[in-house]
């Protein structure tokens, strides 16, 4: 059974920093592309970033030189760094691994407050 657990969510100023993680099992997160979406109220899912099997990035433009996605491998872990946190940030952020499947999390709540 494939599991994506995300943690390090929560309440943060306008500002600030958290660093999420997502925990996989069940795969190996070095055979697939893994990313990050979010979710905020009333606004459908939309992609942050991604990071693929061989490390090349892509950021959605409204995180771009705010955000930071790596991959442990050994760990089986991926983190997403969030710097300089926007109220607009607020949304569940959603894990993703993706490649001949895809897996999604079950989300972590993160509020920036103004």
């Known amino acids: 059974q494939v599991q994506l657990v995300e943690t390090g969510g929560g309440l943060v100023q306008a500002g600030g920093s958290l660093r999420l993680s997502c925990a996989a099992s069940?795969?190996?997160?070095?055979?697939?592309?893994m990313g990050w979406y979010r979710q905020a109220p009333g606004k459908s899912r939309e992609f942050v970033t991604v990071i693929t099997t061989g490390r090349s990035t892509r950021y959605a433009d409204s995180v771009k030189g705010r955000f930071t996605i790596s991959r442990d491998n050994a760990k089986n872990t991926v983190y997403l760094e969030m710097g300089s946190l926007e109220p607009e940030d607020t949304a569940v952020y959603y894990c993703n691994a993706k490649w001949l499947s895809q897996y999604w999390g079950q989300g972590t709540q993160v509020t920036v407050s103004s």
């Open positions: 069940g795969i190996r997160i070095s055979d697939y592309h």
